[in-house]
């Protein structure tokens, strides 16, 4: 079997500060929409993600964005000169305003432990979920220690979507950069299946 080549200089993160006020929590397809809007190859582009946004914590559905909030997006390198034509736009995100800052680019790093906010599932059987998640593991030939963590939902067009929060640690670091590469499941451009690093598996609330 031929496994994908992991490659700092293919895949980056993409940082764009973020001016706003305020975004509904549930506001992932709303931001794909804003930003493919502006950039019509994220639906072509087979490795591209969109990270969730960081919102203040609460109870309300309209959340307020943090000053160290950013917009990242996982792309390819050569992407640069492209994503440079944000800085400045204004997106509408379900009619809350979000302005981009000066973009810079942050190379993946291939750390023992990695972490996903949400990884999309086809139920609420965190079973049948972990049983999806090591077949596409062992096509990947990533090893690690799995942990499934918290189950949630998000709205997609208009449905009820599934997910589950996901740690994997004690990663070789090629398996670490092929994982961030690749991602696990659908939906990466509503913020699914995107693993980020974390220094140890203490510091992630799964």
């Known amino acids: 079997m031929t496994l994908p080549v992991a490659s700092q200089e293919s895949v980056v993160e993409a940082v764009f500060p973020l001016e706003g006020k305020?975004?509904?929590r549930d506001h992932a397809?709303?931001?794909?929409?804003?930003?493919?809007?502006q950039l019509p190859w994220l639906h072509e582009d087979v490795g591209a993600g969109i990270h969730p946004l960081k919102?203040?914590?609460?109870?309300?559905?309209?959340?307020l964005l943090s000053q160290r909030t950013r917009l990242i997006l996982r792309v390819q390198a050569n992407r640069l000169d492209e994503l440079k034509a944000l800085v400045g736009v204004r997106l509408d995100v379900a009619g809350h305003a979000l302005c981009l800052g000066?973009?810079?680019?942050?190379?993946?790093q291939p750390?023992?432990?990695l972490y996903a906010y949400r990884v999309a599932a086809?139920?609420?059987?965190?079973?049948a979920f972990m049983q999806a998640m090591e077949a596409e593991l062992a096509a990947l030939a990533?090893?690690?220690e799995r942990v499934c963590?918290?189950?949630?939902?998000?709205?997609?067009d208009g449905r009820e979507m599934t997910t589950f929060s996901m740690m994997l640690h004690g990663l070789a670091p090629e398996q670490s950069l092929r994982l961030q590469q690749h991602g696990l499941g659908p939906h990466r451009l509503l913020g699914c299946g995107l693993f980020v690093p974390h220094k140890s598996a203490a510091a992630v609330g799964v």
């Open 142 to 144: 990533i090893a690690g």
């Open 111 to 113: 750390l023992a432990t």
């Open 29 to 37: 397809q709303a931001l794909l929409h804003a930003l493919a809007g």
């Open 122 to 127: 086809s139920s609420v059987d965190e079973s």
């Open 102 to 108: 000066a973009v810079h680019l942050r190379a993946l």
């Open 149 to 156: 963590g918290k189950r949630q939902s998000m709205r997609v």
């Open 22 to 24: 305020a975004l509904p």
């Open 55 to 63: 919102l203040v914590s609460g109870p309300e559905s309209l959340a």
